[in-house]
């Protein structure tokens, strides 16, 4: 059996991988996120690699924690999911708490005005330009990435629920939000890419199985818009950034990502889609059957499930896809409820799809 792949992305069968939450960390490892953890330049380096360490100790025959023993200049947490850096240059308050990941405070501007200039000579931006100078001054070089979110996603911090009336009151206004909002994004991430030759670890963690380096456009709050809504007010962008940054990629972590299958088979490329709890993931193959689906298991039902039944969904959800060179299995933002059998199970029936899919090649 033969099956098709994606030469842009150019990866092996069955990527796999997991993000465990801030609160599993601080249970297990005492690591705490306040301020410092994002920004100080030391201890960048070492939470991440006392991070590493812990996964290659306990799932390190799958994979994982394979820097446990080097010294990085990771520039933003990697073996995290948040997006709160944009938000906080453009004026939110961003909470950051030991136990959790960055809170962002809705900042409820009163005008849909967003200001590039700003956004870069903002506290929050020269915060992060001093902990990149730090970086570099001792390393002499960045990896990884900061988690860019999107742009519906820092729309809702800024101007908040406000902004659903935006859209039919001020459409004109709410797309000139959005472009500005479209521009901090671009330009952030080129800096961070031209750097690290990386945008979007930081988003979902499979992106570094992926040899080609993903540009994944989070649309987690895509859930609260319509079809038509995102044809009119955010497909443009995702149509254009489809053509400047291959791969191109869409997180949708939402539980509906089929009712917008029809719609991104419009675009005019779509290499990788992370495909949320509950999608249907059988209907998103049809519309899109040459891109790579990220079947997402939830990291709330996951503690509720045995092994066996962790590794009976992973294998239903994985031959909804139809085709292992074009499906990934990932686990994201798991607390700290969930065993170290669970997570194993994600792994071990991984393994055992690849070997049956060997077989039948």
């Not at 924690?65 to 944009?86: E, F, M, Q, R």
């Not at 080129?190 to 080609?212: F, H, L």
């Not at 139809?322 to 409820?337: F, K």
Request: hydrophobic share 40%; net charge negative.
């Amino acid at each position: 059996m033969s099956f098709p792949r994606n030469e842009t992305l150019q990866n092996d069968m069955l990527p796999v991988d997991i993000v465990l939450g801030p609160p599993w960390w601080h249970r297990h490892t005492d690591i705490t996120f306040d301020e410092d953890f994002f920004f100080h330049p030391v201890r960048r380096v070492e939470a991440e690699r006392r991070m590493e360490k812990t996964l290659h100790d306990r799932w390190g025959r799958f994979g994982l924690g394979a820097d446990h023993d080097k010294d990085l200049p990771v520039v933003g947490p990697v073996h995290l999911a948040a997006g709160y850096l944009i938000s906080e240059m453009l004026g939110c308050r961003v909470d950051y708490l030991p136990d959790g990941p960055p809170q962002v405070i809705p900042a409820d501007v009163d005008r849909l005005d967003v200001s590039l200039q700003a956004a870069f000579e903002s506290p929050a931006y020269r915060r992060f330009g001093e902990l990149v100078d730090g970086l570099k001054s001792r390393h002499g070089g960045l990896v990884g990435d900061v988690n860019f979110a999107g742009i519906l996603n820092i729309a809702l911090d800024l101007r908040g629920q406000s902004l659903f009336m935006d859209l039919s009151d001020d459409a004109e206004a709410a797309g000139r939000f959005f472009a500005g909002i479209g521009q901090v994004i671009e330009r952030f991430t080129g800096e961070i890419g031209r750097a690290t030759s990386s945008t979007s670890v930081s988003v979902n963690r499979n992106v570094r199985n992926i040899p080609k380096p993903v540009w994944l456009h989070s649309e987690c709050s895509h859930v609260m818009i319509s079809t038509n809504q995102y044809e009119r007010f955010l497909m443009p962008f995702d149509a254009a950034w489809s053509k400047q940054h291959r791969p191109f990629g869409i997180h949708y972590c939402g539980d509906d990502p089929h009712r917008y299958a029809a719609t991104f088979a419009k675009l005019p490329h779509l290499d990788f889609l992370d495909v949320g709890w509950g999608g249907d993931v059988a209907l998103l193959r049809k519309h899109l059957p040459n891109t790579f689906l990220n079947i997402r298991y939830s990291p709330v039902e996951i503690v509720k499930h045995t092994p066996d039944e962790i590794r009976q969904t992973i294998r239903e959800l994985v031959h909804a896809s139809g085709n292992p060179y074009l499906t990934g299995v990932c686990c994201i933002n798991m607390d700290d409820q969930v065993s170290d059998d669970q997570v194993t199970a994600i792994f071990e029936e991984v393994e055992t799809l690849r070997a049956e899919y060997r077989a039948a090649e």
